[in-house]
């Protein structure tokens, strides 16, 4: 697949997500599908189940000091666990905008794989040892690969930084 540029010249997310999968040696399966609006609907459409589906979160460590949590699907950041992983007293999740511009990525379409900029990312221990699908750039396309050579690709620190999303109340 050759680059996409945009209109200022720059490469645009899904070029850029596989050019850096590329690039990384990791074998990978691309799928793209259309709008999905759950996390039931992302992993019917990548043909997984919910808890293969990462998400990328940004976290802001401090002052131009971010990260990526790579968060497996039905769970959510223990922000306690999270702060005792690195060592800090304070985290905070950006706004759009900011992700946007420390990452290159809009929400929804956050990887690590051709970020702006090569933040740390964190990885929690249940991404690890199975195949995963990660977001590739773009809305409507992720990756497939293996979670423990997706870690190790991208010099993840892998822990507990999760816990079992709350589950919604039934009438």
């Known amino acids: 697949m050759s680059p996409v540029n945009d209109q200022d010249g720059v490469l645009d997310g899904e070029a850029r997500a596989v050019a850096a999968l590329d690039a990384s040696g990791l ?30 979160l940004v976290v802001r460590r401090g002052e131009d000091d971010y990260l990526f949590v790579l968060v497996p699907g039905g769970r959510t950041i223990s922000w306690p666990k999270l702060r005792e992983v690195l060592g800090v007293s304070r985290l905070s999740m950006p706004d759009a905008a900011v992700a946007l ?26 991404v690890a040892g199975r195949a995963m699908s990660i977001g590739a750039g773009a809305h409507g396309t992720s990756a497939t690969v293996d979670g423990s050579r997706m870690v190790l690709a991208l ?8 816990d079992e999303e709350p589950s919604e109340p039934t009438a």
């Open 27 to 56: 074998r990978y399966r691309l799928v793209r599908h259309g709008p999905v609006r759950t996390l039931q609907e992302a992993a019917a459409a990548r043909k997984l189940t919910p808890s293969q589906v990462v998400k990328t």
């Open 155 to 162: 010099g993840a620190t892998v822990a507990d930084v999760t």
């Open 101 to 126: 511009a420390v990452t290159g990525y809009e929400r929804g379409t956050i990887t690590p794989f051709g970020a702006a900029h090569a933040w740390p990312v964190v990885a929690d221990a249940r």
